[in-house]
């Protein structure tokens, strides 16, 4: 028996999961980790935004960004309103961050959607083929053949405007892109020897697909979520200026548009707090889902053109 | 050609180390070695010994970063490739030092024809040649591939595996080198077809007498061929010297071992002889 | 080859049949009751039983068993809403408008040509815009240069198209009057919104077609390329250009619907007639035949573009054209 | 009585093409092929890329369905046996893969992919006799117990492929499959891995079926040696028997072609 030490040689002091390597190699991006900070303020707003709604909602009083000061109307931006009020008198820094919490419900909401549908049509097409992916394939390049943005306006104007018709819109659009990419990784991992070896043991096709390939696919999940937040957030800004956005609350969207009829009479403020509230979240999304990516699986093929 | 005595290729001390996340990894770490004109050296190492990155050192397409050239110089013709201008440095590649590669089917460009792949070859070191067509298919009848008018128009997708190693030579053969450098050639084809690319390989040594540098982890296929063999460990030359005396009675523990793992056909051996890394670390004094 | 063309050709029937499946799911099963949308807000009951008999509304929606069991014709079991709107559909009847009770295939006519003077320029000045940067990028991978577009193109992609047409609307026509704020008399009108169409998803564009040049270089034929002696310029102009154009073409398609968007918003700011602004009309009033229509032609439009790419793809790849 | 007996396999893949996707032909991947394994023997299936050796080692486990012809295992005939009647047989045969990089799990630890062999066929084991016999399989196959919270990643070609010996031990089998065991590694690590599966089938009494290309590697382990090229099986012969009086046109083709080192 010649257990020579050679082979069981060289091996790192702890145990290196796949994720913390993959966690090493982020962090030695230091603009991806910068970015990651910023949404960890953004986060931070957003719960903050959340306990002012919820307090106001449960007290059933009237929150304090949505308080109007018609003498205030307009105003510029002061030590009191650091970026002045709206054409109602409402402060726009504390509608602002209610604009977090709007952009990240609809972001979780959305995605509560469109993660399982996509995770699992696509599990069920790569792992299964024949007829089952045939028939999911045609599902999703019918979903797919209608520009999303025609899709999503289709379905929000029909369930009505407000969060519920964005997030279910949005939904039942995007998971698509997550479809493909799962229904391709399952393709792959089931060619694999390790399936062939699961399979050999006597494993059931429900624990290959379940405890074997889900978890060499997860990562996937976690990139099409960090890359899909951002454009959720450029979409709402859409179809609040389209009239079936977001209706009676702050989002971006809705800012963005009230504040195109003062753009001309000189207030670039309010268009500026917003796209600025905007752009810091969207990039650092954009950067980190990036970086995710390369750390995570640089193979990945995440085909998503431009914003909208 | 140059008189045979003048060394072709001179490496001395060569030093290249890839510096990634994890830290400097020395592929190559101060090797020496020369090769006459003609002559045959076989370059013989496991995975990670190093011997790819110090063929592709020669015209310096190991792509720097990660990798970076420490030190040592590659005396090609009396100039050190190392040294050379971009636009000098060009002009060696495919003219005086050519590659064949491991993988035919990704190393042929898979939207060009083979007619177009060979023709840029000869066009970009010898403008003298009219007939390019022609000449494209006497290199392909060189390096044995029937009807070759007929193949010229085909896609690499359309050819075997050998097919496609045979394009690579005569592509290599192009403007008749001073130097093949063939990296695994046959590694990735089957045992019928290696022993006609070897054979192809030899009867190409003996017509048109270019130097080729042969680097192999199967030290089988290089005994009727080379002249001489270096074996790589680790980045570092552990034995070097003429074929049989390196194959009959090795220096090196790490070769002798190398040499005796091999399961030889007809053998009959019961167990295999294993290699003891402990001891091959302390011979190589680390 | 020719057995992957009319394959490819016969699946845009199953393709757009599921397309009008969808909208139709979407505006006449899953939106609670269309009549009542139609009538508007305050219409009586009387009104709205009206229009569910005009439109249809009171067929069941896709197979009509009762009628094939009373007629007995199992023809009459597509008598049902569904099937009534193939039909209609395919011989290019959209119904007529609610406001202007115009016959909307007339107005489709009419919007197609805008539409398009404003969606093809921005599409082909971005898409050759974008690949000559990524030539760049790839050609100076690794240095600043190539560092510089990148961060350039992801902060660009992180503003909202509509930030980007108010301000160019804002500086460029109204305050310096360099371009038209609105209309569509001459070409100048297009400009600026070209102009700005191109600017707003050049960002993603870019970063997406210096990934394939980028993924390219790190193919062997480009070590072999090389190692004949290729300079970097022939390396990526005649080898890594040429096997690029497959991953272009077969995602050149992406990009496409981001057009529909950027037609619905800068026709819209800049009074263009398009299939776009007719869209964003037809939402503001509550116009929902037109609505229906826009949406369905503006999908058939896109598995036409999306069956083109596909041909062109194979076309360009030999490795599928001799099959 | 032979362990394992094959009658005329035959395994055809479709090859699917026209315009409605329909079956235009077929890949005879296995044409006909009869042979048969005793108890402890090891048997050599040697052919080079395409021939459908692999193919035969996957229909045997029944990693896919046989078009044709029979596959008795221990008496049973198992050629188109249900999951749930393979199960019991499912832990007296196993497989060896060729691909160290593949055939691990990446986000399971040593443990776990060793363990679930014992979960699904042993049920009755505990925690700690399950960890105690993980443990001893990986010492069994040079392998520090220790590192059996590792995860793939973290180990050379070579350990690997130790890891999916001591998986395939786990069941306590009595036939092995060993799909190009060593072609992936080096010369010196296929020696050791090679000497491992001769002692493993010496202490446990194994039956293997030895699958690769390397004429001289399976010539070394085998007690007969299988010559296969396009999915038949062209000569049949003790191993000594093939090296020195090869019989066939391509036997002898193929052992012309094996380079005489020295």
Redesign the interface.
Known sequence: MTATAANSAALAAKPQTLWSTAWRQFRRNRLAAACLWIIVIYVGIWLYAESVYWTAYLRDVVPSYKVTDFDARNAAPSLRHWLGTDFTGRDNVAQLIQGVRIAFEIAILSSAILIPLGFLLGALAGYFGRWVDNAIIWLYSVVDSVPSILSIISISYVVGRGMKGIVIGMGLVAWVGLCRLIRGEYLKHKQRAYVAAARALGAGHLTVMLRHIAPNVLHIVIITFTLLFPRFILTEVILSYLGVGIANEPSWGVMINDAKQRLWLGVWWELGGATAAMFFLVLALNIVGDALRDALDPKLKTAEGSAT | MENTNQTLLDVRDLRISFFT?EGEVRAVDGISFSMKPGETLAVVG??GSGKSVTAMAL?R?VPS?PARYLGGEIIFKGRDTLKLS?EEL??????QI??I?Q?PS???????QIRSQIA??IE??RRDVKDVDAEAERLLTLVGIRDARLRMGD?P??LSGGMQQRV?IA?ALACNPSLLVADEPTTAL???I??QI?ELLKELKQKLGMAIMLIT?????V??IADNIAVMFRGKIVEYGPTQRV??EPQHPYTK???E??????????????????EIEAALGR | MTAYIIRRLLTVIPITLGVLLLVFFIYRVIGGDPAARLAGKNATPQKIEQIRKQYGFDKPKFFNWQEAAKTGSPAAAFDSQFWHLVGQFAQLDFGKSLQSNQRISRMLADGVVPSLCVTTPIFLVELSVAIALALICAFYRGTRIDRTFVVVSIVAMSISGLVYIMMGQYFFAFRLRWFPVWGFESPAFLLLPVAIGVIAGIGGSLRFYRTIMLDEMYQDYVRTAFAKGCSQREVLFKHVLKNAAIPILTNVVVAIPFLYTGSLMLESFFGIPGLGRMTVDAIYTGDEPVLFAMVFIGSVIFVIANLVTDLLYTWADPRIRLQ | MPLLEVKNLKVYFPIMGGVIRHKIGEVKAVDDVSFAIEPGETVGLVGESGSGKTTIGRAILRLLEPTAGEVRFDGHDITHASERELRPLRKQMQMVFQDPFGSLNPRMTIASIVGEAMKIHFRQMDRNARRDRIAELLRRVGLKPEHMNRYPHEFSGGQRQRIGIARALAVEPKFIVCDEPVSALDVSVQAAIINLLQDLQEQYRLTYLFIAHDLAVVEHISDRVLVMTQGKIVEAASSEEIYERPQHPYTQKLIAAVPKAF
């Not at chain 2, 060009?90 to 003219?95: D, L, M």
């Not at chain 2, 990704?106 to 060009?112: A, G, K, Q, Y």
């Not at chain 2, 982890?217 to 296929?221: A, L, V």
């Open positions: 996340d496991e995975s015209t397409l970063p971009p060009r002009r060696v590649r495919g003219a050519s590659y590669f993988e990704t190393s042929l460009n898979p939207v060009f840029e070859a970009l070191h896609y997708h359309q690579m592509m089957d045992v019928t290696q022993a070897m982890h199967n030290f089988s296929i005994a009727d194959l009959h071992a190398l040499l793992c091999i399961p030889r056909l007809g053998a009959h051996k019961h167990r295999l002889k294993t290699i003891n890394h402990a």
